[in-house]
């Protein structure tokens, strides 16, 4: 993973915003790129692959069955308090000066970023528990947890984080704060805004959500199968 080689590993502990890419690299592109590619259908053999297969169908079914937006708020919370947790003064300092955190920092907003995509886009056989336009609702909430956290660095008056050496890299604090505030606001409206505008058009154009009566037909069989 670009995260854990350079030039991303040695420049992130010298500029504010190396370690912003690093930082949306882990909490915005690997997880919606897992959910797109859907690396469990390719996992193992053929045997290995059925089964896993079968595995998650029987996931999908039981979400189906809990649709709820609570359970989706959850992950939207839970990304979102990594979100702040990680951009915090005292964590991302601790990133910089001691690096066996950046791997607990990608895994936790990988896995936590997985379970959020697998509420916004639908990655056979799993699909999202809500419909639309729930899930631009929580695309869109996870877009503004990371914008918060965006527009109170850009707007601090002096650095939030303390283990950048402006004085030896010759870069600006303001210059580098700035440049690391447009990052993260453009990884999020990268990430997050085509998801808001497809399912709002498809909701728009169709009025009904198509995947419910999908889901309802899926449903339906599998019982009628298992009768």
């Known amino acids: 993973m670009l995260e854990f080689v350079p030039p991303l590993w040695t420049e992130s502990t010298r500029y504010e ?17 897992v959910v797109v590619g859907r690396p469990w259908g390719r996992l193992g053999g053929a045997g290995s692959r059925g089964r896993l297969w079968r595995l998650l169908d029987r996931v999908a079914e039981r979400r189906l069955r809990h649709a709820s937006f609570v359970r989706a708020f959850a992950f939207v919370a839970a990304f979102a308090a990594l979100v702040i947790l990680w951009r915090t003064p005292a964590w991302t300092d601790a990133v910089v000066r001691d690096r066996w955190l950046v791997p607990v920092e990608v895994v936790s907003l990988a896995v936590t970023g997985v379970g959020l995509w697998l509420e916004i886009l639908a990655c056979p056989p799993l699909r ?47 210059l580098d704060q700035e440049i690391a505030t447009g990052i993260l606001w453009l990884a999020a409206v990268a990430a997050f805004l085509p998801a808001i505008f497809a399912d709002l058009m498809t909701w728009l154009r169709n009025g009904d959500d198509p995947d419910a009566e999908l889901r309802r037909l899926v449903r339906d069989a599998r019982r009628s199968g298992r009768a």
């Open 17 to 33: 915003y190396v370690q912003a890419i690093q930082f949306c690299l882990a909490a915005y592109a690997v997880p919606a790129l």
């Open 128 to 174: 999202p528990r809500l419909h639309r336009p729930w899930r631009a609702v929580v695309a869109a909430l996870a877009m503004w947890a990371t914008w918060v956290m965006a527009f109170s660095i850009g707007f601090a008056h002096d650095s939030w984080y303390h283990a950048f050496d402006h004085v030896r890299t010759g870069i600006g604090v303001t």
